[in-house]
């Protein structure tokens, strides 16, 4: 996936590790899954931490914006069965129907 980028890589083997450890899974859509987790490491290689890039500022703002995992991660899995930045999914709900067009835009 993320063959030329070993931060890429790294920021996917973190993020695997914390659906492993939540019980959670990626989005069904692996391209948005990738887009995600690019702008994330983008953010990654220029402020030397993962901050979502769903509810960064522009520019980032490094005193307030949320680091992935966000601290609002398993109440927004709970309440709706995926993060704000639709890249955790609760296990299950990849077979409940969604509209996969209503996936919000990250910026970037």
């Known amino acids: 996936m993320f063959e030329n980028d070993n931060v890429c890589q790294k920021n996917h083997q973190r993020l695997i590790k914390i659906t492993e450890k939540k019980g959670y899974i990626f989005n069904p859509n692996q391209d948005w899954v990738?887009?995600?987790?690019?702008?994330?490491?983008?953010?990654?290689?220029?402020?030397?931490?993962?901050?979502c890039p769903c509810k960064q500022h522009y520019p980032v703002d490094t005193t307030?914006?949320?680091?992935?995992?966000?601290?609002?991660?398993?109440?927004?899995?709970?309440r709706d069965g995926y993060c704000h930045c639709r890249l955790f999914y609760r296990k299950g709900f990849e077979k409940e129907?969604?509209?996969?067009?209503?996936?919000?835009?990250?910026?970037g």
């Open 34 to 51: 990738e887009q995600v987790i690019r702008l994330m490491t983008n953010n990654y290689k220029e402020y030397g931490r993962y901050y």
């Open 97 to 107: 129907k969604f509209n996969i067009l209503e996936t919000i835009a990250c910026p």
């Open 64 to 78: 307030i914006d949320a680091v992935c995992p966000c601290p609002t991660l398993d109440e927004e899995v709970a």
